[in-house]
């Protein structure tokens, strides 16, 4: 609480400015408003972060805020490798927007409590010794993060719904995977025969078609949204 001494020094000032006849009623009501807004701020890191976050893009009208790109880089939220660059951090963010508007549209199954809890803890461990800082940071809770892994496994119930989670292949698609990338089938300088190599490179060359086909998809879907990129 403010002392006698202080509080005295106050109302002299208000005092000074009545008599110069400045402090006007509406501007009594503007210092009221600060004064209480650097309370809050002070007290409230996390509301004085709300307030003062910054925009950095829009889609369909939805804000993607700063806050919400340290909190997907910390977190890996979206796919977001640690240290990427801000431009693609953003760019990832947007996709996952996209995609968590077509969750809302088509209703994917809820994911189980031990899916979320599971996914928390990825996320959570990534953070590692950061995670306070994250926390105080991003005002990002626990709660907030709880949801934010619900989101996630709402996004991949989705893509797993309408993309499935295998990929039928011919044996010569196969092959041609095999043989466009002979790099991930050598070992110590020998070249694995296909026989041997097969399995995994059915499973990497679906994986590959798969990733395809979600990128066309979340294209189409760019193409469709409104999109603003806010420059800093």
């Not at 007290?43 to 709300?50: F, K």
């Not at 979206?78 to 968590?100: F, H, K, T, W």
């Not at 077509?102 to 809820?110: D, K, L, N, S, T």
């Not at 990002?140 to 996630?152: C, G, H, N």
């Amino acid at each position: 609480m403010p002392t006698l001494t202080e509080t005295g020094r106050r109302r002299a000032v208000l005092g000074g400015l009545k008599a110069t006849g400045y402090l006007t009623p509406h501007r009594t009501v503007l210092f009221a408003f600060g004064g209480l807004l650097a309370f809050c701020l002070s007290n409230s890191p996390a509301l004085a972060q709300q307030l003062l976050d910054r925009i950095v893009a829009r889609v369909d009208g939805y804000p993607i805020t700063l806050t919400d790109l340290k909190a997907a880089v910390a977190l890996g939220i979206g796919n977001v490798p640690l240290g990427a660059p801000e431009a693609s951090a953003i760019e990832l963010l947007v996709d996952r927007q996209l995609m968590l508007a077509e969750v809302e549209r088509f209703a994917p199954p809820e994911p189980s409590p031990a899916d979320i809890a599971g996914e928390v803890e990825a996320m959570t461990a990534r953070a590692g010794g950061r995670l306070a800082a994250v926390t105080e940071e991003t005002g990002v809770d626990q709660a907030r993060i709880r949801e934010l892994a619900r989101e996630s496994l709402r996004i991949q119930g989705y893509l797993n719904q309408r993309f499935g989670t295998t990929t039928l292949l011919s044996e010569e698609e196969v092959l041609q995977y095999y043989r466009i990338h002979p790099e991930e089938f050598t070992q110590n300088g020998r070249l694995i025969p296909f026989g041997e190599a097969e399995p995994t490179a059915r499973q990497r060359a679906a994986a590959e078609r798969r990733a395809s086909t979600i990128s066309q998809w979340l294209r189409d879907l760019r193409n469709r949204a409104e999109i603003v990129i806010v420059k800093g």
